[in-house]
């Protein structure tokens, strides 16, 4: 069952022990017409990464979805996804966490991913009727219940204070999610993928090259050997250092 969880945030928080997937119970949440509702739990039993893989989601982790009905067109959502990686490094760094971010959506430790987002939207053409993102951040799990090649805020530097950590995530995030320019700045300063050689899987073929910009809605630039290619984060099925 729901119950509050009690935060001074800038949502309702809905919080659970145990869900399928927070995804899933804010869709609901949004198909009855909410907003500005976050669906939190501790565990999922059916958490969903991107590429329809299945995403870990053990007790003690920050799984949260959010219900925004931004006005915005779909083509413009990915800058919400960047928000969303900026304020989960943010609260991170300020647990002690030496967190990156990696285009489009990975937060990463070194090369260990510590969180990463989901975003789903419906609507139309012109304007979304809402958008969920998904994040899930590997926050109170222990080491050993990490998959292979992730880490954790407890890995890194101990258990932390979630509720805490669930405020701060949410009051960055407010603040970033109406300000696409203030979002660009502060995920260029964060992160680790630009003026590294990259290659970049994407349904049309290996881009490789130098990552070098990023540009609104959430476009990553490679400098190539026939010039600057444009890779849309949804595009991107897997980006590595070259
Ligand atoms: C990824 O890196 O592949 C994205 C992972 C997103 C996981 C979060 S956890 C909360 C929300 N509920 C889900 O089922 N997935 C997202």
Known sequence: PAVEYGLEAPFDVEYHESVPSTNAVARDLADDGASDVVVLADEQTGGRGRLDREWSSPSGGVWLSIVLRPDLPPARVPVITL??????????????????????????????????????????????????????????????????????????????????????LLERFDELRSDPEAVLDAWRERASTLGRDVRVETPDGVVEGEAIDVELPGTLLVETDDGVVRVHAGDCEHLRPA
Not at 114 to 124: D, K, P, R, V
Not at 136 to 151: F, K
């Open 83 to 168: 928000a969303a990686a900026v304020a989960i490094t943010d609260a991170a760094r300020e647990a002690g966490v030496d967190a990156e971010i990696k285009w489009p959506n990975d937060v990463l430790v070194g090369e260990r991913k510590l969180a990463g987002i989901l975003t789903e939207m419906e609507g139309e053409a012109d304007r979304v009727s809402w958008v969920i993102p998904g994040l899930g951040i590997n926050a109170n799990v222990d080491a050993e219940e990490l998959p292979e090649g992730a880490t954790s805020i407890q890995a890194e530097v101990g258990v932390i204070e979630r509720r805490l950590f669930v405020q701060r």
